[in-house]
């Protein structure tokens, strides 16, 4: 009969209407500023430095080889080398970033420098709200913006990191054990070139800094 | 303790003492202004709440919360809104017709608001008694027909000037059966005064009052009022002139900042005003339907009829989509217009059947209820019938341009 469909219809949106009122998970919006959902452990959206320890300057791990410098697709890394050198997690002797600035609002979060990156010092963040009233300083992130502890990697890509962390020992325990075996060679070496010397001692490795 | 009357008369107490206090040659210039301003800031206060509970209302329907963050619960969304159209850029076209541009929304805000000169919006609580309001209503209605073409001959624009003519289109079909489904109602009364109109509706007999809405030809022609209304205000479902997936906003394409927010305005403003006559017309203007609800003061009563009005505008609007310009035209034409007049003969056999068989006969009422219903549901089954014959839903095919 005509008319029929309007009143299911109306019916419809009338249960709707009241149900909403009764039925909480009728409403599924998300009340964003007071509620969130979680995000997601693979979501990304700008990178950050990672570094070791409690001081940023001195456990940040990029050595600045600038591969993730080349390999960004819309440039928007910058990078400027150290002259001196420090020691690394495993105690060699490498340079770091003097200057390292990230423009966000260049970036396009392929996460390229991530994949590219031989020595875990750069990951993406979760943080997403990054309104600024400064459109050119505000966006243009330096060293101390980027540099974040390893606890926080932890905490947003908790899988991630500790896939990385477990690496990361067992290339801690490699160098030491590599590091032990050259000691022992050398020791080795010393006393079959010069077995009078035997009080000389090899020298030993460096103390490793670390977590 | 106040008797139930004087909070009834309170408004007109106050009106009078007003006007009272002036000296004697401004008396009738300082009532004018005092009625004009109070149906201004009424309705147009009225219209603020309306847009925010419609917006919520809607959301309710689609199962979300609607605007939640100005005030409590979002009540101050209409001042914000206010305050966003005001700082809003006024963007003329450079080819418009400047003046008639300016004046379009003026002309369909005055005009809009002319129409309330003859609602009964309680008992003694009319600006005009005019012994024609209805037909004063019709013709100051018609008018919105002009600012509306006016809006959309002067923008300039295609998609203006498509929306105006759909406009017009539209809203003299459905003219025809707006007046012709009232025409019932003035033919039982036997006057065109709204007033009388009420009045007479606001008698009561076995505790009931004698609302046109209680009879079967009312029912009918309330029913076919409010759509032909629906029409009328370019509501949903028929909100052709302003189909934003076709003609992106119709008429008021160009118009930006206040000017648009009047044309938004008077949408409203129009709905409330022949929501208002529909009242009058059908369902007992300021009267109470029982006797003894009549102690609820009069202006309550029409405002609370005006806000259930308005919610079932929004609850249509929230449930059926828009129509096709050939469909709006077949309905209005092939359905409204035979059952208006079927309607009118049903009224006149009520009018003719309550001598014969009220008088003699204790059922009487019955019988001519039966009857009168008989007349017009036989008539609107066999309509239905012949409109959908012949229309199967088939699967669409689609021809692609080669």
């Given at each position: 009969m005509l008319g029929e469909g309007i009143?299911q219809g109306?019916?419809e949106?009338?249960?709707?209407?009241?149900?909403?009122?009764?039925?909480?998970?009728?409403?599924?919006?998300?009340?964003?500023?007071?509620?969130?959902?979680?995000?997601?452990?693979?979501?990304?959206?700008?990178?950050?430095?990672?570094?070791?320890?409690?001081?940023?300057?001195?456990?940040?791990?990029?050595?600045?080889?600038?591969?993730?410098?080349?390999?960004?697709?819309?440039?928007?890394?910058?990078?400027?080398?150290?002259?001196?050198?420090?020691?690394?997690?495993?105690?060699?002797?490498?340079?770091?970033?003097?200057?390292?600035?990230?423009?966000?609002?260049?970036?396009?979060?392929?996460?390229?420098?991530?994949?590219?990156?031989?020595?875990?010092?750069?990951?993406?963040?979760?943080?997403?709200?990054?309104?600024?009233?400064?459109?050119?300083?505000?966006?243009?992130?330096?060293?101390?913006?980027?540099?974040?502890?390893?606890?926080?990697?932890?905490?947003?890509?908790?899988?991630?990191?500790?896939?990385?962390?477990?690496?990361?020992?067992?290339?801690?325990?490699?160098?030491?054990?590599?590091?032990?075996?050259?000691?022992?060679?050398?020791?080795?070496?010393?006393?079959?070139?010069?077995?009078?010397?035997?009080?000389?001692?090899?020298?030993?490795?460096?103390?490793?800094?670390?977590? | 303790?106040?008797?139930?009357?004087?909070?009834?008369?309170?408004?007109?107490?106050?009106?009078?003492?007003?006007?009272?206090?002036?000296?004697?040659?401004?008396?009738?210039?300082?009532?004018?202004?005092?009625?004009?301003?109070?149906?201004?800031?009424?309705?147009?206060?009225?219209?603020?709440?309306?847009?925010?509970?419609?917006?919520?209302?809607?959301?309710?329907?689609?199962?979300?919360?609607?605007?939640?963050?100005?005030?409590?619960?979002?009540?101050?969304?209409?001042?914000?809104?206010?305050?966003?159209?005001?700082?809003?850029?006024?963007?003329?076209?450079?080819?418009?017709?400047?003046?008639?541009?300016?004046?379009?929304?003026?002309?369909?805000?005055?005009?809009?608001?002319?129409?309330?000169?003859?609602?009964?919006?309680?008992?003694?609580?009319?600006?005009?008694?005019?012994?024609?309001?209805?037909?004063?209503?019709?013709?100051?209605?018609?008018?919105?027909?002009?600012?509306?073409?006016?809006?959309?001959?002067?923008?300039?624009?295609?998609y203006?000037?498509l929306?105006?003519?759909r406009?017009?289109a539209q809203?003299?079909?459905?003219?025809?059966?707006?007046?012709?489904?009232?025409?019932?109602?003035?033919?039982?009364?036997?006057?065109?005064?709204?007033?009388?109109?009420?009045?007479?509706?606001?008698?009561?007999?076995?505790?009931?009052?004698?609302?046109?809405?209680?009879?079967?030809?009312?029912?009918?022609?309330?029913?076919?009022?409010?759509?032909?209304?629906?029409?009328?205000?370019?509501?949903s479902p028929f909100d052709l002139?302003?189909g934003e997936s076709e003609i992106i906003?119709?008429?008021?394409?160009?118009?930006?900042?206040?000017?648009?927010?009047?044309?938004?305005?008077?949408?409203?403003?129009?709905?409330?005003?022949?929501?208002?006559?529909?009242?009058?017309?059908?369902?007992?203007?300021?009267?109470?339907?029982?006797?003894?609800?009549?102690?609820?003061?009069?202006?309550?009563?029409?405002?609370?009829?005006?806000?259930?009005?308005?919610?079932?505008?929004?609850?249509?609007?929230?449930t059926v989509p828009r129509l096709r310009m050939d469909q709006l035209m077949n309905f209005a034409w092939k359905f409204?217009?035979?059952?208006?007049?079927?309607?009118?003969?049903?009224?006149?056999?009520?009018?003719?059947?309550?001598?014969?068989?009220?008088?003699?006969?204790?059922?009487?009422?019955?019988?001519?209820?039966?009857?009168?219903?008989?007349?017009?549901?036989?008539?609107?089954?066999?309509?239905a019938r012949g409109l959908e014959r012949g229309r199967k839903i088939e699967k669409r095919t689609y021809r692609f341009a080669e």
């Amino acid at each position: 009969m005509l008319g029929e469909g309007i009143i299911q219809g109306l019916v419809e949106t009338a249960r709707n209407f009241f149900g909403s009122y009764v039925e909480k998970d009728r409403l599924t919006t998300v009340q964003y500023p007071e509620e969130r959902l979680p995000l997601p452990e693979a979501s990304r959206v700008f990178p950050f430095l990672l570094y070791d320890g409690t001081d940023p300057e001195a456990g940040l791990r990029c050595v600045a080889c600038q591969i993730c410098e080349k390999e960004c697709p819309p440039r928007c890394i910058r990078i400027e080398k150290s002259k001196d050198k420090k020691p690394d997690f495993v105690g060699k002797q490498q340079a770091y970033p003097a200057v390292f600035d990230i423009d966000v609002s260049v970036c396009m979060s392929c996460q390229i420098c991530v994949e590219v990156c031989p020595f875990d010092a750069i990951r993406m963040d979760k943080e997403f709200e990054l309104s600024t009233t400064d459109r050119f300083g505000g966006l243009l992130w330096t060293k101390k913006e980027l540099a974040k502890p390893n606890e926080y990697y932890q905490k947003i890509h908790p899988m991630e990191a500790a896939e990385t962390d477990e690496r990361r020992v067992k290339e801690l325990a490699d160098a030491r054990a590599k590091a032990a075996e050259a000691a022992a060679k050398a020791k080795a070496a010393q006393t079959a070139a010069n077995p009078a010397a035997n009080g000389a001692s090899a020298p030993a490795p460096e103390k490793v800094t670390s977590q | 303790m106040i008797s139930a009357n004087a909070v009834d008369q309170i408004f007109v107490t106050v009106d009078h003492w007003l006007v009272g206090r002036m000296p004697g040659p401004l008396q009738p210039l300082v009532s004018i202004v005092i009625i004009v301003a109070a149906i201004i800031v009424v309705f147009a206060g009225l219209f603020a709440l309306t847009t925010v509970f419609e917006r919520k209302g809607l959301g309710r329907m689609q199962n979300r919360y609607g605007p939640n963050r100005v005030g409590p619960c979002g009540v101050f969304q209409p001042i914000a809104d206010a305050l966003k159209s005001l700082t809003k850029e006024d963007i003329v076209p450079r080819r418009a017709d400047h003046l008639v541009h300016y004046l379009a929304p003026l002309v369909l805000v005055g005009v809009v608001f002319l129409s309330y000169a003859v609602l009964p919006v309680g008992r003694n609580m009319t600006a005009v008694n005019l012994d024609s309001g209805v037909l004063y209503f019709f013709a100051v209605g018609a008018a919105t027909e002009l600012a509306v073409f006016m809006a959309g001959w002067s923008s300039h624009n295609k998609y203006s000037l498509l929306g105006a003519m759909r406009a017009i289109a539209q809203m003299i079909s459905y003219e025809i059966p707006l007046i012709l489904s009232s025409v019932a109602v003035v033919m039982i009364a036997g006057t065109l005064s709204t007033v009388k109109i009420v009045e007479q509706q606001a008698r009561t007999s076995n505790a009931l009052a004698h609302w046109n809405v209680f009879t079967p030809w009312g029912l009918a022609g309330f029913i076919l009022f409010m759509i032909a209304a629906t029409a009328e205000t370019n509501r949903s479902p028929f909100d052709l002139p302003e189909g934003e997936s076709e003609i992106i906003a119709g008429y008021f394409i160009e118009y930006s900042g206040f000017k648009f927010a009047l044309f938004f305005l008077a949408e409203y403003i129009e709905m409330f005003a022949v929501s208002g006559l529909a009242i009058t017309l059908f369902l007992g203007g300021w009267s109470s339907p029982v006797s003894f609800l009549a102690w609820i003061p009069s202006w309550i009563w029409f405002f609370g009829k005006l806000l259930t009005l308005i919610f079932g505008f929004i609850w249509v609007r929230g449930t059926v989509p828009r129509l096709r310009m050939d469909q709006l035209m077949n309905f209005a034409w092939k359905f409204m217009l035979p059952m208006t007049l079927i309607v009118i003969f049903s009224a006149g056999l009520w009018h003719f059947l309550t001598p014969v068989v009220v008088g003699p006969k204790p059922m009487g009422g019955v019988i001519r209820w039966l009857v009168c219903a008989l007349v017009i549901f036989a008539p609107y089954i066999l309509l239905a019938r012949g409109l959908e014959r012949g229309r199967k839903i088939e699967k669409r095919t689609y021809r692609f341009a080669e």
